[in-house]
């Protein structure tokens, strides 16, 4: 059996602490002899070529879509109208969950209803008579 060899601290890699950042990282030969890997990539992410309306779940190409830029998010809608209602409708306690679930979910939740039958619904004092319902 061979011993283990002493190792001399002095030489090899060490540990430090930047002073600047007070973060760890190596030193020494560590970085020099490890070689970078590059392995080429055959499949590239799918890219979504669909989208869904957030107000009334229709889907559909997503070139056909009006968008709405929320911060880093791109919201898709059919119309216009369609965008201020779930601007208006989204932070409040009686709608949150619902303009939440995905496109299968609120269809069966919705069973052939359109979103302004259940906002009147939940919203009666809201709810203007006169005004034609959005297409």
């Given amino acids: 059996m061979v011993p283990a ?4 601290l002095q030489n090899g890699p060490s ?3 930047n ?19 590059l392995l ?6 799918p890219c979504s070529k669909t989208s869904w309306c957030r107000w009334c779940v229709h889907t559909g190409p997503l070139k056909t879509f009006f968008k709405v830029r929320d911060g880093p998010v791109d919201w898709h809608f059919c119309n216009v109208v369609h965008a201020e ?16 679930t995905l496109p299968p979910e609120r269809l069966e939740y919705l069973n052939g209803r359109s979103m ?3 906002i009147s619904g939940l919203f009666p004092e809201r709810c203007d008579p006169k005004m034609p319902s959005p297409p």
């Avoid at 060899?5 to 001399?8: F, L």
């Avoid at 002073?19 to 890997?37: D, K």
């Avoid at 080429?40 to 992410?45: E, L, N, S, V």
């Fill in 15 to 17: 540990f430090h602490t």
């Fill in 40 to 45: 080429p990539r055959d499949i590239t992410a």
């Fill in 85 to 100: 209602l779930w601007l208006e409708y989204r932070h409040k306690k009686e709608t949150y969950q619902l303009l939440r």
């Fill in 116 to 118: 302004e039958d259940i």
């Fill in 5 to 8: 060899k002493e190792t001399n």
């Fill in 19 to 37: 002073w600047s950042t007070n973060r760890p990282y190596w030193s020494g030969s560590l970085f020099m002899t490890t070689p970078m890997v």
